[in-house]
């Protein structure tokens, strides 16, 4: 990737807001990453979350990768056409993931949508869980470590995913990888995950930073770009943050972090 780098964090379901966030930016010049989350949190009957998925899909020079809500839309859908719910679900006394679903501002008709568009459900089966970047920056989701019981290397990680993805039910597997919060906290740990994959930093979002742009830790080897970017994830609509706090441009190595630094 030789233009500047535009990382767009958690969308979930507020697709005016993508588009407006990413009007600045023209395709052209800059590489695009999208860090997942595109579902589970629009103007419920809007289908926001597909049409963001749609956006990322046919931007050009852009690479998306999987969150926890586009994994467990697609677990929906996988327990809607089986009619199976896992044991665990029914462990913790529910009746069903789509009643999870629902609960956590889940859409039907982002389900209907993917549902209808082949061609949509099978590009999120196969995007990857982590990206490796030129300059060794690593790019997943969720700030946890969780990853490596899936593989040691990025390709790895990816395969097995994509492996577990094509099976019916196979995204619930997957989507428990992507559920883990503050790991990184503990400087050792990140040095740790960095190690394992040859990495320089990591780039994630998942887990809020409530700040007014992305947040370093640890000197800037971990960034948070989940700035409560919907508008309509709280109910109330309070705690939204700035559009730069998501959609930021990827500060080159060595960039000073203060702001959040531990």
Known sequence: MRRPVLIVGDIQGDVERLRQALAPYDETEVDTIFLGDFFQGGPPGDAGGAQAARL??????????LGNHDLLLLCVLDEVRT??????VRQWGQRSIADIWLWRRGDWADLRAVA?????????????LMLSLDDGTLVQHCDDDA?????DDVDTVNAAARERLARPQGAWSVFWHTVGRRAFHDRARLERHL?????????HGHTPHHEEHPTPMHDGLIWSFDGCFSRYWDAEGEGVGPVEATVALLPPLGAPAVTGAA
């Open 56 to 65: 990322a899909r046919k931007r050009g020079n852009s690479h998306s990768i």
């Open 147 to 151: 990853y490596s019981r899936l593989g």
């Open 116 to 128: 209808d568009d082949p061609g949509l459900e099978e590009w999120l089966r196969g995007l990857p």
């Open 195 to 203: 190690a394992r994959y040859g990495a320089t930093r990591v780039i």
């Open 83 to 88: 009619g199976v719910t896992p044991e665990k």
